[in-house]
């Protein structure tokens, strides 16, 4: 499985961006997902995810309200859409793929990641 992310910017505090992963992989309907980020000089930390189908995503704390995942499983492309940006959110993000299929926040739970996007929100 390969991942590549794009969509990345700079943009405005309060503004909002759409993050795409596209997956070279014919079963790309089978994993759960999650996109992760990841500030200068701090750990990767978890940001959003979602199951196979797309019917359960779950969200750390400091996104839940403003991010959204999504999938389309006929284009084989993972979504973040992200609306009221601050500038705390300014970091690389990465999607990677589950490899338990189970609810998890633990980057050690995830692999084939992407190289990642930059996204800069400025104040």
């Known amino acids: 499985v390969q991942l590549v992310e794009s969509g990345g910017r700079l943009v405005e505090a309060g503004g909002s961006l759409r993050l795409s992963c596209a997956a070279s992989?014919?079963?790309?309907?089978?994993?759960?997902f999650a996109w992760f980020r990841q500030a200068p000089g701090k750990e990767r930390v978890f940001v959003a995810g979602?199951?196979?189908?797309?019917?359960?995503?779950y969200y750390a704390d400091s996104v839940k309200g403003r991010f959204t995942i999504a999938r389309d499983n006929r284009r084989d492309t993972l979504y973040l859409e992200m609306d009221s940006l601050r500038p705390d959110d300014t970091a690389v993000y990465y999607c990677?793929?589950?490899?338990?299929?189970?609810?998890?926040?633990?980057?050690?739970?995830?692999?084939?990641w992407g190289q990642g996007t930059q996204v800069t929100v400025s104040s």
């Open positions: 990677a793929v589950n490899l338990n299929n189970l609810e998890t926040y633990d980057p050690a739970d995830f692999g084939y």
């Open positions: 992989t014919q079963t790309f309907s089978s994993y759960d």
């Open positions: 979602i199951n196979w189908s797309g019917g359960r995503t």
